[in-house]
């Protein structure tokens, strides 16, 4: 960072927040951490104005998994430093867990903003219609481009690059297939209308944006937050921790199972395969584009080990042998 930069920040923070700085260290590109002269320590991030709405929707809720800003001297909970917008907020400093037990609290956390901040909403056809033709839109541009670099892969010489992609081509094509047969049964039950519980949804649920501080634990990096379906936070939470050694399903399972719909369920399956699809880079160089395509082939076939129907799961639940 700049010194004119860091001075600027600096006289920022003493005038909005009235605190004597004796310290300021870098954390990331977006956030310090500072130091008062009574060794007061405060956590300040580079964010955007809407993140104000955000922090008050959430106090609004009775959410208490957040640390919430400190108000400056015009009791905002976001400041501007000269074009920036920042906010301040104690520093508390977090506990090592095993990253299974980091993933149970995650879920906990992020499962009670879900349950505490429920709106009912029935299913607009005419609102998500334009979402769908948009993701159909961008589907096919994908598909279109893996077929046509899976063609070119054949039309050369096999290689040790080549003949795993070849290979593992097989899961993108089954990807494809469930995509479409979810987004055929998500249609249906949009133009049921039905009723569904929207949610105050992280968007970003990372490890490192849970803290576990004296046994209590709060959501950080909330800057992404919107008002959306759950299913969304479950999608990315799997993706995020899909290589470490955890049972997801069950996590699943209690989560949604219970639910009188599958539209849940099915939309997060559906979000899984269309992230993983988008994730796929092509480009002329085999041997970069292989690590990342046979990547994500093995992770859905990962998927269509775990996530099965709801009526076909349940029954292999209920009765172990019947595999």
Request: hydrophobic share 35%; charged share 30%; aromatic share 14%.
């Amino acid at each position: 960072m700049e010194k004119s930069l860091l001075r600027e920040i600096n006289k920022d923070i003493v005038k909005l927040y009235e605190i004597d700085i004796c310290e300021i260290k870098k954390i990331s590109k977006k956030s310090f951490l500072i130091i008062d002269s009574i060794n007061t320590q405060y956590f300040i991030k580079k964010t955007n104005y809407v993140t104000n709405e955000k922090f008050k929707s959430l106090k609004e809720f009775g959410i208490n998994n957040i640390i919430y800003p400190v108000n400056n001297i015009n009791n905002q909970l976001v400041s501007e430093f000269g074009t920036e917008k920042y906010y301040l907020t104690p520093y508390k400093r977090t506990s090592n867990l095993i990253n299974d037990m980091q993933v149970l609290y995650l879920y906990k956390e992020l499962k009670n903003v879900h349950n505490t901040t429920n709106i009912k909403r029935q299913l607009s056809q005419d609102k998500l219609r334009p979402k769908f033709e948009e993701i159909t839109k961008q589907l096919d541009y994908k598909f279109t481009l893996i077929e046509e670099f899976v063609r070119s892969v054949e039309s050369k010489k096999l290689t040790i690059f080549s003949m795993p992609i070849l290979s593992n081509y097989r899961f993108i094509l089954d990807a494809k297939k469930e995509l479409a047969r979810l987004q055929k049964l998500l249609i249906v039950q949009i133009k049921d209308k039905i009723s569904v519980d929207y949610s105050i949804i992280h968007n970003n649920p990372k490890l490192d944006h849970l803290l576990n501080t004296d046994g209590t634990r709060y959501l950080t990096s909330i800057d992404k937050s919107k008002l959306g379906l759950s299913s969304l936070d479950m999608a990315k939470l799997y993706i995020e921790t899909e290589e470490l050694n955890v049972d997801f399903k069950s996590y699943i399972v209690d989560y949604y199972y219970n639910y009188e719909n599958s539209f849940y369920y099915d939309y997060f399956r559906f979000l899984i395969l269309y992230i993983y699809i988008k994730r796929i880079k092509i480009n002329s160089l085999d041997y970069v584009s292989a690590e990342n395509f046979i990547s994500t082939a093995n992770s859905i076939k990962k998927y269509f080990e775990l996530f099965l129907d709801k009526q076909e799961q349940v029954s292999n639940e209920e009765n172990p042998n019947n595999q």
